[in-house]
């Protein structure tokens, strides 16, 4: 059982596309993130969520949307695809209620967008 | 605000040989730290982590690092590397405070030669 999934694994789009990217954690984890991982390998955190509740929100363009339907899923829909968009997008979840990362983070396999 | 530092971005090393990744980082309060590694076109995993206590923490594969507070360092070391040790890893710390984000160094690429 894949602990943290996301699905697709690789996604190839034109500029000006939306697209979404799922995530699901079967860890029975509070909190979920996503992770932006550019070509030079630096991750930067995107957004966090608490029990669906938004607790961390960087600085990122309003095309980028995090949605949390119940605590297990945070999926990301991007509008209006730009080519700076290409990275792999990394979902993670962790344990604690707090959002103290305390006791590490799982993560998920990645997500690899490509804009074209 | 915390950051990390990852002082090397490329080790190359031989097989057998051992290995420090070097980590410091900058903060005004008390901190977790860790180091994860993630190999080729995969998500990353948790190697070890420092929450308290005792300084020296050993983690999964060899790998150990010492939390030196003084220095504000995480070293990450391994006596015997292995070609399967060829990977990123990556350094991270977080405030021991609610609400706090994970921040991650720019990453060491560790290459094992045979």
């Known amino acids: 059982d894949t602990a943290v999934s996301q699905t697709p694994k690789y996604l190839v789009t034109q500029m000006g596309n939306d697209k979404s990217i799922k995530c699901e954690q079967n860890?029975?984890?509070?909190?979920m993130y996503w992770y932006k991982q550019d070509s030079k390998k630096f991750l930067k955190i995107m957004f966090s969520y608490n029990n669906k509740e938004l607790i961390i929100n960087e600085t990122v363009p309003n095309r980028f949307s995090p949605k949390s339907p119940d605590k297990a899923h945070l999926n990301l829909h991007i509008n209006s695809l730009e080519l700076g968009d290409s990275a792999v997008y990394f979902c993670?979840?962790?344990?604690?209620?707090?959002?103290?990362?305390?006791?590490?983070?799982?993560f998920g396999s990645g997500t690899r967008l490509t804009v074209v | 605000a915390q950051s990390v530092t990852q002082l090397d971005s490329q080790v190359p090393v031989f097989e057998e040989a051992p290995v420090e990744l070097r980590c410091n980082y900058s903060?005004?309060?008390?901190?977790?730290l860790f180091w994860y590694v993630q190999y080729p076109n995969q998500g990353l995993q948790l190697l070890l982590k420092?929450?308290?206590?005792?300084?020296l923490v050993k983690g999964i594969n060899g790998f150990e690092a010492e939390f030196n507070k003084s220095q504000t360092s995480f070293h990450l070391r391994k006596p015997s590397v292995h070609i399967s040790d060829t990977a990123e890893y990556f350094c991270?710390?977080?405030?021991?405070?609610?609400?706090?984000?994970?921040?991650f160094g720019g990453g060491t690429r560790v290459l094992v030669k045979p």
């Open positions: 860890l029975g984890h509070d909190t």
């Open positions: 993670a979840s962790s344990q604690d209620t707090t959002g103290q990362a305390n006791y590490g983070y799982t």
């Open positions: 420092y929450l308290s206590g005792s300084t």
């Open positions: 903060s005004s309060v008390s901190v977790y």
């Open positions: 991270a710390v977080s405030l021991k405070a609610a609400g706090n984000k994970l921040t």
